[in-house]
Structure formats: structure tokens, C-alpha cells
């Protein structure tokens, strides 16, 4: 007799729903204890309390595929999103595949040009290479963020954005970029990688341009271990960069549908930020603002201290009360005096650092062969032979920025914490008009600046 199908209401072959084994379990869990480095016999203690407690239920680790739709990572960026107060904000791997996404959503490509400072990460200007585009590299001022006069005597008919990059947390003068994007119809990209949480004039930074991109690499203000943010005001530029940073849009809302406008699937990346990363970064992000609030309250303690002598100056700021303010930035006569405060400074205890620009440092546009010598994955040369590219290519040479070169090799900053207590403050002050009111004597009188 033929057998009845279970579709036809005859009886199931397989009866039993298979138990399925969580993919991450106690060990998964226990790894990430063991980052923390517990007292001995804590590990122990937390191991049989997960134990005890473990419901078997594992957790999502990819975004996408939440099962309540509420992931971590999504958590996170509606957590930005009000941080910021923007309407779109997307989390990736990086800072520098958002700088990608951003160029790329923007329609940076090939036949246009990206400007970008001299004195940022190289992240920065590799990105635009990336993004199959030619960088112009644009002097700094002294206020060691963009020279927004450099800036406009390098726009050409070809510019498509300007990069900014508010560095060691320093605001740039955004008041003269957004003037001249709007005067010439160019892409506002913040480079915010090292001032997270910081200020211009009221806004944060981040969120004057078109787009801003965040770092959570491991030495920046917040962070966790790798990972980006990137914010946005207008829904289209964020569509594109979802696109890209999800190779093609795989997981967006509606995933299977066809483009709803032209440019708005193509071929991408994966940037996706996973949901260890964004638990960290979520955490991590409620901390902001008391960080860089009790940062911005030590500057101010130890600055209004200060009484320098004339063979040294503060940095131009551009917005005083803005900035993150990690740290506070002295540019001395010469690259002699820096050097000799530093280590002066150093042996009062107190921290600084100077850029030698003879010494290789990727912060330095001079040390970006990278981009200098037009190097390129592959021997075609792409984007520097691009056929669609009809300007003329930059003269790159390691001095084609002079004014660069000179801020930043007299220019010496002392490092600012949030942990120094007003008697730190006080006494840092009086360290930094201690060393600049002898050097200043010595070098009046041109007598060696240390005797040692
Ligand atoms: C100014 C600047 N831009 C971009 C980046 C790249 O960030 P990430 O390491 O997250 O890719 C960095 C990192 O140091 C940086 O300092």
C-alpha cells in the first residue's frame, strides 16, 4: 500500500526537532574574560557562574542577522545618531574604509581630486587613492589643522571634496571650509578620527560637514580594539556609504528589491562593524562626553596659568572653548627650542612630544611615499594614469609644503589627562613658564639652551 505523505497528513519521517549546539558558548565567553586579565581564581568563579546560569541561548555576533532585529551594532549607531544629533549614522570597521565609504558615497572617483592636509594620518590620503581619485595635498596652518587660504589656491575644476581632519582633537576653521565648499559646490568630508566628542563653536565635530568619520582604534578617545562611525545629515550619501561598507547592499531593509534610484546599488566593500566590536564601542560611548568634559576643564586650569615669554606662543586655535583638548600645543621660535623644551619638560615630569621632521613619521605628508611616488597595487598606475583624469597631477615632493614642515617642527605638545587633579594642573603651568622663561633668557643671549 502506498505510504501517506506528511503533506497529505500521513505521519513525519523525522520526528524529533534537531537540538541545535549554540555556535558561541561558555568558551567563546570565557575568551573575552581572559581579555580583562582577572585576579587569579576570578576566572574560575566567573566559568562556574556562567555555568550555572547559561540558558544555552547564544548571542548574534553578525548585525544582520538579529534575530529580534535589535543589534548591538544597530544599538550603537541609534545611540551616535542621538549623541550627535543626526539622523543617519552607520558603524564600521574602521575609520579608514568609513574615509572610503564616505569618498565613494559622495562620487568621489575617477577624473576628480580630493584635498587633504599634510599633516594627518595617511589614512586620510590613501583613502582618496582608494577611492580612485588624485589627493592634493594642502599646507597646514598654525593652528595644525588645514590652511583654508592653501585650500581654496588648490581647488581646480576637477575637486570633488576636501577631507578635514581636526587633528590631535584640534578644531578646524570650519566656518572658512563650509564658506568655500558651499562657494565652489564641494563634499565636506570631517576626518574626525582623533577628536571624538570634541566642539566647534557649539556643534560637534563631525557634524558640520557633509560627512563625518570617526575612529575607534585603539588610541583614540573612545574605543574598541578597531572600528568607525560615520554620520550623516542627508539620507542619500548615507544609502550610498550603506551600500559600499555592505558589498552591494546585501543586508539593507528590503535586500532583494531592485535599486529604488539609479547609483544606489553597485559594487562594495565589506566595512561592517561586528557586534563585539559595537558592544565595546556602546559602552564606550556613554563615557564620551565626561571624558572630553573633564579634558576641556584641565586645559582651560593649566592655559589661563600660563605666562610665556615671547620666543613662544600657544597654537592659533579656532575656537577656543571647542577642541577635545588632549593636548595643549606650544610653538616655540625654532625647532632647537622645541626639541630642548621637550626634553627639559620631560625631566620636570611632565609629557610631551615634538614632530623632528627629520624623523620618518606617517603623520608627515614628506614621509607618504606611498602617495609622493604614486605607488599603486598594481603597475598601471591607477588612479594617477586614469584616462578619465584630465587635470594635471600634483608635483609631489617632501617639500612641497614648507609652511608644514615649519609648524610642525617647532611645535611641542604636552599631553593633557583627565585623571591630573588641580595640583597637577597647577604644577604643569608652572613647569612649561619655568623651562619657556629659561630657554627664552638662554636663546635672548644666545647661550647654549641646556647645559647637560
Ligand atoms: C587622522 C586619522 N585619520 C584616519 C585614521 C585611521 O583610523 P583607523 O585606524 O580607524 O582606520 C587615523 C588613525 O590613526 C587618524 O589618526
Redesign the pocket.
Known amino acids: 500500500m502506498e505510504e501517506k505523505l506528511a503533506i497529505e497528513g500521513g505521519p513525519k519521517a523525522k520526528t524529533k526537532e534537531t537540538q541545535g549546539i549554540p555556535k558561541y558558548g561558555i568558551e567563546e565567553l570565557m575568551e573575552l574574560v581572559k581579555l580583562w586579565g582577572l585576579k587569579p581564581g576570578t576566572e574560575q568563579l566567573v566559568r562556574n557562574t556562567l555555568e550555572k546560569a547559561w540558558t544555552g541561548k547564544s548571542p548574534h555576533l553578525f548585525r544582520y542577522y538579529h534575530p529580534d532585529g535589535d543589534s548591538m551594532t544597530r544599538r550603537f549607531e541609534m545611540e551616535c545618531s542621538k549623541f550627535f544629533d543626526v539622523p543617519y549614522v552607520l558603524a564600521t570597521n ?3 574604509s568609513a ?1 572610503i565609504a564616505a569618498l565613494v558615497a559622495a562620487g568621489v572617483g575617477p577624473g576628480t581630486e580630493v584635498i587633504v592636509p599634510s599633516h ?2 595617511f ?2 590620503a590613501s583613502a582618496i587613492v582608494v577611492a580612485k581619485a588624485i589627493p592634493v595635498i594642502a599646507e597646514i596652518d598654525d593652528s595644525h589643522t588645514i590652511d583654508v587660504q592653501d585650500v581654496e589656491r588648490k581647488i581646480t575644476p576637477y575637486t570633488k571634496a576636501i577631507i578635514v ?1 581636526h ?1 590631535k582633537g584640534l578644531p578646524c576653521d570650519m566656518d572658512a571650509i563650509m564658506n568655500i565648499a558651499k562657494k565652489h559646490n564641494l563634499v565636506v568630508i570631517e ?1 574626525v ?2 577628536a571624538a566628542g570634541g566642539w566647534y563653536k557649539g556643534k560637534r565635530l563631525g557634524t558640520i560637514g557633509d560627512i563625518g568619520c570617526f ?3 585603539h ?1 583614540k578617545v573612545i574605543a574598541s580594539g ?1 572600528g ?1 562611525i560615520m554620520t550623516f545629515k542627508d539620507e542619500w550619501l548615507y544609502t550610498r556609504a550603506q551600500s559600499y561598507h555592505d558589498t552591494a547592499a546585501c543586508w539593507r531593509p528590503n535586500r532583494y528589491e531592485r535599486e529604488r534610484k539609479e547609483g544606489e546599488l553597485f559594487a562594495g566593500e565589506n566595512y561592517r562593524m561586528s557586534e563585539l566590536q559595537a558592544a565595546v564601542a556602546f559602552a564606550q560611548i556613554q563615557k564620551l562626553d565626561r571624558i572630553v568634559n573633564t579634558l576641556r576643564k584641565n586645559y582651560k586650569k593649566i592655559i589661563s596659568k600660563l605666562d610665556l615669554p615671547e620666543t613662544v606662543r600657544t597654537l592659533k586655535d579656532n575656537d577656543p572653548d571647542g577642541g577635545c583638548r588632549y593636548v595643549l600645543g606650544l610653538l616655540w621660535k625654532d625647532k632647537e627650542m622645541a626639541l630642548a623644551a621637550r626634553k627639559a619638560l620631560e625631566a620636570e615630569g611632565i609629557w610631551g612630544s615634538t614632530h623632528d621632521t627629520d624623523v620618518r613619521d606617517w603623520h608627515v605628508y614628506k614621509y607618504w611615499e606611498h602617495i609622493l611616488e604614486k605607488k599603486t597595487a598594481t603597475k598601471e598606475g591607477c588612479p594617477y594614469t586614469c584616462p578619465y583624469y584630465k587635470g594635471k597631477l600634483p608635483d609631489y615632493s617632501p617639500d612641497m609644503c614648507p609652511d608644514t614642515l615649519d609648524y610642525l617642527g617647532r611645535s611641542l605638545f604636552i599631553g593633557i589627562s583627565q585623571n591630573y587633579t588641580d595640583e597637577d594642573c597647577e604644577q604643569i603651568a608652572y613647569g612649561i613658564n619655568k623651562v619657556a622663561k629659561v630657554l627664552s633668557e638662554r636663546k635672548t643671549k644666545n647661550q647654549p639652551l641646556l647645559n647637560v
Do not use: K, N, R
Request: with cysteine.
Open positions: 574602521s575609520c579608514t574615509l594627518t594620518f589614512a586620510s581632519v587633528m576626518d578620527a582623533q575612529s575607534l582604534d588610541y578597531e568607525g
